[in-house]
């Protein structure tokens, strides 16, 4: 703290003769106490607003460091809200995590369960498949044995029957036509037949014709029985063919019959094999090659 100026001492001499130099330094003396006191004055306003802008100052200061704190708490506090909030959300993120790993664990699991028990049908029907392959094999070589045995009793069928055929053909009964000077084979029933179509020379259709008013078509002949003799086995037909009709009288069972044809070289024959009651039963046979003669 200072102390207050102590006012000034003037030593006033002693009276000399008046002059022009004593109320001017009166007059600075006074001066210089009013200025003094001025300053002194000042220098207390001063003070005094030093002080005040000091305890203002102080003031703002407290303020302001206290709203920092405030505002530090609070900006603390957001950010242990937000901190703890982040750290919520990451355990709710790892409990999540878990359960998905958990959750995946057990769909794996499932699905080689799954997988097992589908490899498990699997080789379940393999195996049954297997044994059903076997079971096949198994039938078909017992089959193939006896497709083996029936193909080697067919042959001997076959042989059989080629012998038969050849002794059925060969016991076939030869007798010369009206217009054919060769002898043909006749065939004198069913079996015969067969034997004449194995060898293929001609062509064989068999008919059975009743008397009628009408004739009858046998392949390209019309065949109109007329009279059927039972007893004597004896028969009269009439025979039309390229638009000319020829009748053949009283013919006996098993003779051969003959007419021409615009078609071929050979000619048609007709042989009857049974007379029955107001019926023939017999067949038609034709070359194989049918060419025009010349002069048609």
């Not at 006191?37 to 305890?55: C, G, P, W, Y």
């Not at 407290?62 to 708490?73: F, G, P, V």
């Amino acid at each position: 703290m200072s102390s207050t100026p102590q006012q000034p001492t003037y030593i006033i001499p002693p009276p000399s003769n008046p002059n022009w130099k004593t109320p001017v330094l009166v007059g600075v003396l006074v001066l210089l106490a009013a200025t003094n006191i001025f300053l002194f004055v000042q220098l207390e306003h001063l003070r005094t607003d030093s002080k005040n802008e000091m305890a203002k100052l102080s003031s703002d200061v407290n303020a302001a460091m206290e709203k920092m704190r405030i505002d530090s708490n609070d900006a603390v506090q957001r950010s242990r809200r937000s901190v703890d909030e982040l750290q919520a959300r990451l355990a709710q993120q790892r409990r999540a995590a878990e359960q998905a790993v958990g959750q995946a664990k057990i769909d794996a699991q499932r699905r080689v369960e799954d997988l097992q028990q589908r490899v498990s049908q699997e080789e379940a029907a393999q195996q049954q498949a297997i044994t059903a392959v076997k079971q096949t094999a198994d039938t078909a070589t017992t089959q193939l044995q006896t497709v083996s045995t029936d193909v080697g009793n067919v042959k001997t069928d076959v042989q059989n029957t080629k012998s038969q055929l050849q002794q059925t053909i060969d016991n076939l009964k030869r007798a010369t036509g009206e217009l054919d000077t060769h002898a043909s084979l006749i065939a004198t029933n069913g079996k015969e037949l067969e034997a004449l179509k194995e060898l293929g020379e001609r062509n064989y259709t068999q008919f059975t014709i009743p008397k009628n008013k009408k004739p009858a078509r046998v392949a390209d002949v019309m065949v109109e029985l007329k009279k059927a003799d039972v007893k004597h086995n004896r028969f009269t037909i009439a025979i039309t063919v390229d638009d000319k009709t020829v009748e053949k009288k009283d013919r006996t069972i098993n003779e051969p019959i003959q007419f021409y044809t615009l078609k071929a070289h050979q000619p048609d024959e007709i042989v009857v094999n049974e007379v029955r009651k107001d019926t023939i039963v017999g067949y038609l046979a034709t070359p194989k090659v049918q060419t025009a003669r010349a002069g048609t």
